[in-house]
């Protein structure tokens, strides 16, 4: 089994609505995604895939939906604040937390045709989740 992992970065603000700590006010998080692709055998490249696909389908996706935008959950009671004050922001069906946002990662890739087997959302430098089917 040989694996290759690509890093990725970006930015996002958010907030967790109903936190009980520090995590429910507005603020934002300058993150790694570490995305690994595996494979039983080698290509005729030998190699798993190229990083710079794993790059490409990933940061076009980051690029659209993540990177310097604002994700809240769907019920903040924000959103209609940022829609009048014309804010980029995405309202998802769960709260915004590293774990779901890798878990998206994830799903895109699959679907795009990687054999992914984990991404990593580096939240900080000493703290991250991941998420992986098996
Ligand atoms: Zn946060």
């Keep these: 089994m040989f694996t290759i992992t690509k890093e ?28 690994s692709v595996t494979q039983e055998s080698l290509n005729e490249q030998s190699m798993v895939c190229d990083f710079s696909d794993i790059k490409t389908c990933v940061e076009q996706y980051i690029g659209q939906y993540l990177d310097h935008n604002f994700l809240l959950h769907k019920d903040d009671p924000l959103a209609p604040v940022l829609t009048a004050n014309n804010e980029r922001f995405w309202a998802l069906e769960e709260h915004p937390t590293a774990e779901v946002l890798s878990k998206m990662i994830f799903m895109h890739l699959k679907k795009a045709g990687f054999n992914v087997t984990q991404v990593e959302l580096w939240e900080t430098a000493s703290a991250y989740a991941s998420y992986r089917e098996s």
């Design 8 to 35: 990725v970065y970006f930015c996002y603000g958010h907030r967790l609505m109903n936190h009980p700590g520090k995590c429910r006010h507005l603020h934002g998080h300058s993150v790694k995604a570490a995305i």
